[in-house]
């Protein structure tokens, strides 16, 4: 009903945040097995977490726009729809954050990208912490295409939801300068496809290679990776 997907996208409005803190919970803790020992300073995470609060609700709003407008076609909720709209969001976005996020890196585009990479040295907070405009980038370069698809393919809104709850978790894992795997995993057959949180991490203190959001296989393929990735997260597992 209307009534559910706005309390849906009030929820997807607000999770990326509630995520973010438990996350940074963990990050104080001595438990965790840090890939770089560096901490970020206080004045880093305000203005990560300012950078924020107009960007982080941008995907609901525009979820919210593009079905409520028509733009985004709904149709009867199934679990099998929901599944491969699941599939078909998850697909998408990784080639589109690799070409985006590689192009942002062009000295002529550096300027959209530039404000998250002063997170050298990561941590949960980062992983929200973007310009308006690169946040933008990326979340209509997500919605717009899936809604396209819509008008020929049944998409499911639960569906889009629900992967992005899945990459609000996993983004925010990526820049939590923690490990989570065990030494080794880079070299695992599965390693070579779904990343570490060393992935990424190597990426803003090398700042170049590794574009890939979940999966290296594009990175793999246009010989964009760090070589040494399974040295390093060996060494932080």
């Given amino acids: 009903s209307p009534m559910e997907y706005i309390i849906s996208l009030a929820i997807l ?20 097995r840090r890939i770089y020992s560096l901490h970020a300073d206080q004045d880093q995470l305000k203005e990560e977490l300012n950078n924020s609060w107009l960007t982080s609700p941008l995907h609901s709003v525009l979820i919210g726009l593009a079905f409520y407008s028509g733009f985004l076609v709904a ?26 996020h590689r192009t942002m ?9 530039r404000g998250h ?3 050298k040295v990561t941590n949960p907070l ?10 933008l980038i990326f979340s209509v370069g997500i919605i717009v295409p899936v809604s396209l698809l819509s008008n020929v393919l049944p998409i499911s809104f639960y569906g889009l939801v629900a992967y992005y709850v899945f990459y609000f978790i996993t983004n925010t894992l990526g820049h939590s300068n923690f490990e989570i795997r065990d030494p080794g995993y880079a070299r695992s057959w599965i390693g070579k496809v ?6 990424h991490a190597m990426h803003h203190a090398r700042y170049v290679k590794n574009y890939g959001l979940i999966t290296s296989t594009l990175d793999r393929m246009f010989n964009t990776m760090w070589e040494d ?5 060996a060494r932080a597992a």
């Fill in 105 to 113: 890196h062009h000295k002529s585009r550096l300027c959209i990208h």
């Fill in 75 to 100: 149709t009867p909720e199934t679990w099998w729809k929901i599944v491969y709209t699941f599939a078909i969001v998850f697909v998408w976005t990784e080639i589109w954050h690799y070409f985006s």
């Fill in 13 to 32: 409005a607000v999770a990326n945040h509630v995520i973010v803190f438990g996350f940074m919970l963990l990050y104080k803790s001595k438990k965790v």
């Fill in 194 to 199: 779904i990343n570490t949180p060393t992935y």
């Fill in 229 to 233: 990735y399974d040295k390093v997260q």
């Fill in 117 to 119: 990479h002063k997170s």
């Fill in 126 to 135: 980062s992983s929200i912490s973007f310009s308006f405009l690169e946040k």
